[in-house]
Nanobody, 120 residues
Framework: QVQVVESGGGLVQPGGSLKLSCVVS????????TNWYRQAPGKERELVAA????????DYADSVKGRFAISRDNAKNTVYLQMNSLKPEDTAVYYC?????????????WGQGTQVTVSS
């Protein structure tokens, strides 16, 4: 049974920083591509950042480029999202996602989400 558990959310002032963590357990972590998504009230869920299985390649939404950094520690089965220069529009529930293809079929797992609120 694959479990995805996020942590690290909270309340931060504009311009501040937070680091989210996500532990993926119950399967071989290095076989999964991992992503961070977010969903603000009244908006659709959007992809924020993605990182390949080896950690060698990353990609970001235009709205967070230069401010957020995704990384992973395969020895700890953990993916991180370092968020700097936070803005009120970054307020959302942040979700960790891990996926892989098994015999051509998508195996897709999500965490419960962690709230990030940017406000003075």
């Amino acid at each position: 049974q694959v479990q995805v558990v996020e942590s690290g959310g909270g309340l931060v002032q504009p311009g501040g920083s937070l680091k989210l963590s996500c532990v993926v357990s119950g399967s071989t972590f290095t076989t999964y591509v991992t992503n961070w998504y977010r969903q603000a009230p009244g908006k659709e869920r959007e992809l924020v950042a993605a990182i390949t299985k080896s950690g060698g390649t990353t990609d970001y939404a235009d709205s967070v480029k230069g401010r957020f950094a995704i990384s992973r520690d395969n020895a700890k089965n953990t993916v991180y999202l370092q968020m700097n220069s936070l803005k009120p529009e970054d307020t959302a529930v942040y979700y960790c996602n891990a996926w892989r293809l098994v015999s051509g079929n998508l195996r897709d797992y999500w965490g419960q989400g962690t709230q990030v609120t940017v406000s003075s």
